[in-house]
């Protein structure tokens, strides 16, 4: 099936520049250490995609914990090992939980991830996303129309990206300065940004990702779970991305549309290797990018 959905061309990178076999290599370590260690991830998400996400985590080797009530988000955060907090579907209780959460992790200086789905197109979400980022999530995950969205300008069509990867490379800079985080810019070649300016293109993947129910959503999951092996976010980001993007690589070689797609995605997840990752991953490290 890999004909009729092809990856997307391994020619986004820069300027030609070679794979990196170390960022490849840390990847695959930190996908082991991840399966080691089955780090407890809650999950403030949109209902949407709950169920995907919770799917997603526990075939990579995560736990997860849809614990989004004013009264328990913080006290579940300050117990959980990552946490993410999307704007999906923000319900007025599921806005109280996610402040609780942040601010718990704030004050103990421990990693959280922003998704900030739809923001730039609607209101409500856009003010959340916005005030959340001055708690400095470790990592802000989301397409490129929602990263502009987040950075002051216009979003996409709800949660479609009307915009390239790279014209979202302004925003990523602005939003990293503002927060200190490492922003990811999903995509046909996702996009990383450290907090110090250095990027990372992950060129993998499938249009199929595009074609379910939390195809994104359940990235910026994983993203929080990688957090509990990775100090580094951008480290953690580009990990995430590349056992994820890779995982789908290999679901769609095997599905025949959509549907059986999101079920092989979780067998191929389940199934990825470290050594796998190493071997295959062909990340490239845009020098003097900044």
Do not use: K
């Amino acid at each position: 099936m890999r004909d009729a959905v092809p990856p997307p061309a391994r020619t986004a990178g820069a300027e030609g520049a070679p794979p990196d076999h170390a960022l490849a290599e840390d990847a695959a370590t930190a996908l082991e250490e991840l399966r080691t260690a089955a780090p407890l991830v809650q999950c403030i998400t949109n209902t949407v995609v709950a169920n995907v996400t919770a799917n997603v985590l526990l075939a990579v080797g995560a736990s997860p914990a849809m614990t989004d009530i004013q009264g328990e988000g913080g006290v579940f955060a300050e117990l959980a090992d990552g946490l993410l907090v999307n704007t999906g579907t923000p319900t007025a209780e599921q806005r109280g939980a996610a402040y609780e959460a942040v601010g718990a992790r704030q004050r103990a200086g421990r990693a959280w991830v922003l998704d900030p789905v739809a923001v730039g197109a609607l209101p409500v979400r856009t003010a959340l996303a916005r005030d959340l980022l001055r708690h400095r999530p470790a990592i802000v995950r989301g397409n490129a129309s929602e990263i502009i969205g987040l950075a002051g300008g216009a979003g996409g069509r709800g949660t479609d990206a009307t915009h390239g990867v790279d014209a979202a490379r302004d925003a990523a800079a602005v939003l990293a300065a503002q927060a200190g985080s490492a922003v990811a810019v999903s995509g046909p070649v996702d996009l990383v940004r450290a907090p110090d300016g250095g990027v990372v293109r992950v060129p993998h993947g499938t249009p199929l990702l595009t074609r379910i129910t939390g195809g994104g959503c359940a990235l910026g999951a994983l993203m929080a779970a990688f957090t509990a092996v990775r100090a580094d976010p951008a480290a953690a980001a580009t990990a995430a991305t590349t056992v994820y993007t890779l995982a789908a690589e290999d679901a769609a070689a095997d599905c025949a549309g959509p549907g059986s797609f999101a079920v092989a995605l979780l067998d191929r997840l389940h199934a990825i290797t470290p050594e796998q990752l190493a071997a295959r991953a062909e990340l490239v490290r845009e020098e003097g990018a900044r």
